[in-house]
């Protein structure tokens, strides 16, 4: 698979920090461990109708691998993976970003560069069974003059017409624990030895919840920017 560069990574978020810019400014910094993540599965246009490639990051047990999984570790050779993902390869730009991608092969976190702006997805916070003010923010009821309806739904829809409930209605439910894309996030710092992305801005999820960290796809790189204008 030549002339194809990855656009990104899988990681850990491991919690926030912050920074101060030159000017004093406070910066909310995410930090996150991309990488290393191992090749398990190359998708080629030929074969598979599109370019992608399997990623896994982070290692479990063995025991914990199902036979077909197993397989497939042991077909790339590396050892089980907790997180398993793919991320779509696009056309390389310069010579320098085409690679040729291998099952096995070890991809670092320096796909990323500072000054590179990234979308990152996440399963968000679960925050169980919620009332409708939590989760959709309602102002409440009436709170005097004898009023039972402080915090209840009330009237959802007409009897006569339309007789029925509209789609999407706003009602107490589940709230959280849903796949959740920040885009357009700053990419600060690159930590190449300990394998650490350092994003201005909130991730998705809770501390050690995985991600997936790909270039963004309504901003551009603002290093590329720069050197080609």
């Known amino acids: 698979m030549s002339g194809l560069k990855m656009i990104g990574l899988l990681g850990k978020k491991i919690g926030m920090t912050q920074a ?60 089980p993976k907790r997180f398993v993902r793919e991320i779509r390869v696009v056309q390389g730009e310069t010579e320098k970003d085409d690679k040729e991608y291998k099952l096995g092969q070890e991809i670092l976190v320096d796909v990323f560069q500072q000054g590179d702006f990234v979308d990152i997805s996440g399963i968000s916070v679960g925050k169980g ?58 990419v600060v710092r690159v930590d190449k030895e300990n394998n650490l992305l350092l994003v201005k801005g909130a991730v998705p999820g ?11 796809k309504k901003k551009e790189n603002s290093l590329a920017a720069k050197s080609n204008a």
């Open 20 to 79: 101060f810019g030159t000017d004093g400014e406070v910066i909310p910094l995410t930090v996150i461990e991309a990488g290393p993540c191992a090749v398990l599965q190359v998708k080629s246009a030929d074969r598979d109708g599109y370019f992608a490639i399997q990623l896994g990051f982070g290692e479990k047990k063995e025991s914990r691998a199902n036979k077909p999984d197993l397989g497939r570790f042991k077909k790339a050779g590396v050892p």
């Open 129 to 186: 069974f919620q009332g409708g003010m939590k989760r959709w923010h309602w102002s409440g009821g009436p709170e005097t003059h004898g009023s039972m309806s402080h915090r209840r739904p009330g009237s959802i829809g007409a009897s006569s017409d339309p007789s029925r409930v509209f789609k999407g209605q706003h009602l107490p439910g589940r709230m959280g624990g849903k796949k959740v894309t920040t885009q357009n996030l700053e």
């Open 206 to 216: 809770h501390k050690n919840s995985y991600l997936v960290i790909k270039k963004a």
